[in-house]
């Protein structure tokens, strides 16, 4: 059951929460409903979170993302039991998930890096199922996941953590109700940000939101 009506969403990104890696984490946040991850964590670490909360991991890629080698030689790509939100819209519990993961491109060869031109490809290929969310729903929706932020709302100045313009262009636009991202990492008081309807929050390590 949702505690008083409420869903409890646990968001994760960038670094390994110690207390949240334990059973005893239930003791002291549980319940938590959905679990939504901006990248750059370890697999292993995911899924202890699905595990130990019973719930539900929706997650996109970190640029510090890679392969892992599991103790029995296979390679895993993701998070296992997890789904990822790549390019691709979800409806799960009443909300309108969708995500976007990877950074500025600041190496050639780098993995989850994209150029400005290329994250606008990426949300650009979302614009049809947005349109049709807001046709059927009254609304595009409700949460985005990325890994980076959008430009100039939260980002850093150095090429690796500026964020995408493209994600501005995407609030603009279809106003989700949040914005969740990491790879900034900050000391201090929390970033956050209202661009209109929409709330920009930078998740590092771990943020609970609550609906």
């Not at 319940?31 to 899924?47: K, M, Q």
Request: with cysteine; proline share 8%.
């Amino acid at each position: 059951m949702k505690a008083e009506g409420r869903l409890r969403i646990l968001a994760v990104s960038d670094q390994v929460v110690e207390p949240l890696y334990s059973p005893r984490a239930r003791e002291w946040l549980a319940p938590v409903h959905l679990i939504l991850s901006c990248g750059d964590l370890p697999y292993g670490y995911l899924e202890f979170l699905m595990e130990v909360f019973n719930a539900p991991l929706f997650y996109v890629h970190g640029n510090h993302d890679r392969p892992e080698l599991c103790a029995d030689g296979r390679i895993r790509l993701a998070p296992q039991g997890g789904q990822s939100l790549e390019g691709i819209v979800v409806w799960e519990q009443g909300l309108l998930l969708s995500g976007l993961g990877g950074s500025r491109r600041y190496h050639p060869e780098g993995s989850h890096q994209y150029t400005e031109g290329e994250m606008w490809v990426r949300v650009l290929r979302l614009v049809p199922r947005l349109l049709w969310n807001r046709w059927q729903y009254g609304r595009a929706l409700d949460v985005f996941v990325a890994h980076a932020p959008p430009r100039a709302i939260g980002d850093a100045p150095d090429l690796a953590h500026q964020g995408f313009a493209a994600f501005r262009w995407l609030i603009h636009r279809f106003r989700p109700r949040y914005f969740l991202h990491g790879h900034v990492h900050f000391h201090g008081c929390r970033p956050i940000f209202q661009i209109g309807p929409t709330r920009v929050i930078n998740v590092f390590p771990y943020y609970l939101l609550e609906l």
